[in-house]
Structures are given as structure tokens and as C-alpha cells.
């Protein structure tokens, strides 16, 4: 199984919005509600910043939002600021207890 | 303060074998199902295993199918890789995740541990 279709980098200036697709298939991402984010700093692990599909855990800034529009799921980052400049992996449950993850994105701001 | 170790990593020939474990703390690791996600150096995330709260039920990625065994002991709140027959491109930080928040979500990760496979 493909890993899920992301940009491999964007970029963006501080204050603007900025979006990160990721394109999955129908037996993933258009078959559950169930996309999550994660944001990633070099030498660092992983860190949940959306999950099934558009809910923040706890703790999360609400700049950072959700959706999905059949097999595309989208991560959106308002307000930019430098310490969101980091690598963002989308992750789709793929059913019978697998998942997918996609091939990760590296945001700059500049 | 909730929290995955990983350790058992190291430097490995191919064809060899190594066993990673993961301690659990600061929180009922039995009642959460857990996931072991790997990272190639410069390279993405991909999912590798998974394990119910039981240890009843396991699933793997094709990748690893046959080679890697995921078990857990609840009494001991730890996770198991057991990782055979290791290939050049299963070199990698190994981190383990708990399925929580939604049962789909990885929501707690360890800080990894990294295995090389090199001859």
C-alpha cells in the first residue's frame, strides 16, 4: 500500500494561512473519519496536533484546524508563526487494525 | 507524567536479530492498545504493528510481515518488538505509540530507538 500523497514542502510568512493537502484513496482516507496530524521537530518525536479528522487534543492551538473532502484531507495553519516551521505528517486508519501514513511535508516559514 | 521508553536498540548484521522493549508509566497501559511507528534516516513515518490491549490480537505491515513479532506484558506495563532475519532497510528509529484519545489516534510516543542494520 502507497503511503498517502503530501506536498513535500510549503512555505509561508509569519501571520499568513497556510494549507497542507493529503491525498489518500477510498479504502483510507474517503472511507473513515479518521485523519490525524502530527508535527515534528528534527530529532524529536512525533506530536499529535489533529485526529479523527478535525478534533484538537488538549492542549493543541486552535490555529492549527482540520477537514476532509472525499480522499483529500487537509491540515490549515492560521496565523504562521516561526515555531510552527517543522515537518507535518497526515496518518489515515486503513482499516483491520492498519494505518498509512503520508510522506510528510516541511514547512517553512520565511 | 504519562510516558513510553523505548530501549534495546542498536547495531545489528543482516539476517541478525534484536529485541526492543518499551516501559509504560502514568497510566493503565492494559486498557490501551499500542502501536510500534518506524522512521528511516531523512525519511518519513510508517506504521509497523500493532497490538490489542490482550495481546490476543496483532497485525503487521506487509513490510515486516514473518520477520517482526509485536507481544506486550500488561503485568509488567511493557511492549516487545522482536525484530528477525533484520534486512539494511529495516534500519530506523523505532517509536511506540498509544492508541488513545480515539482508539485510531496516535496520541503518546516514546522518544524512539534507533536500529542499524549494517554488515
Known amino acids: 500500500q502507497s503511503a498517502l500523497t503530501q506536498p513535500a514542502s510549503v512555505s509561508g510568512s509569519p501571520g499568513q494561512s497556510i494549507t497542507i493537502s493529503c491525498t489518500g484513496t477510498s479504502s483510507d482516507v474517503g472511507s473513515y473519519n479518521l485523519v490525524s496530524w502530527y508535527q515534528q521537530y528534527p530529532g524529536k518525536a512525533p506530536k499529535l496536533m489533529i485526529y479523527d479528522d478535525s478534533k484538537w487534543p488538549s492542549g493543541v492551538s486552535n490555529r492549527f484546524s482540520g477537514s476532509k473532502s472525499g480522499n483529500t484531507a487537509s491540515l490549515t495553519i492560521s496565523g504562521l508563526q516561526a515555531e510552527d516551521e517543522a515537518d507535518y505528517y497526515c496518518?489515515?486508519?486503513?482499516?483491520?487494525?492498519?494505518?498509512?501514513f503520508g510522506g510528510g511535508t516541511k514547512l517553512t516559514v520565511l | 507524567e504519562v510516558q513510553l521508553v523505548e530501549s534495546g536498540g542498536g547495531l545489528v548484521q543482516p539476517g541478525g536479530s534484536l529485541r526492543l522493549s518499551c516501559a509504560a508509566s502514568g497510566f493503565s497501559f492494559s486498557s490501551y492498545e499500542i502501536n510500534w511507528v518506524r522512521q528511516a534516516p531523512g525519511k518519513g513515518l510508517e506504521w509497523v504493528s500493532y497490538i490489542s490491549t490482550s495481546g490476543t490480537i496483532m497485525n503487521y505491515a506487509d513490510s515486516v510481515k514473518g520477520r517482526l513479532t509485536i507481544s506486550r506484558d500488561n503485568a509488567k506495563n511493557s511492549l516487545y518488538l522482536q525484530m528477525n532475519s533484520l534486512r539494511a532497510e529495516d534500519t530506523a528509529i523505532y517509536y511506540c505509540?498509544?492508541?488513545?484519545?480515539?482508539?485510531?489516534?496516535?496520541?503518546?510516543w516514546g522518544q524512539g530507538t534507533m536500529v542499524t542494520v549494517s554488515s
Open positions: 505509540t498509544r492508541a488513545g484519545l480515539s482508539t485510531y489516534t496516535f496520541d503518546i
Open positions: 496518518c489515515s486508519y486503513a482499516g483491520s487494525n492498519s494505518w498509512i
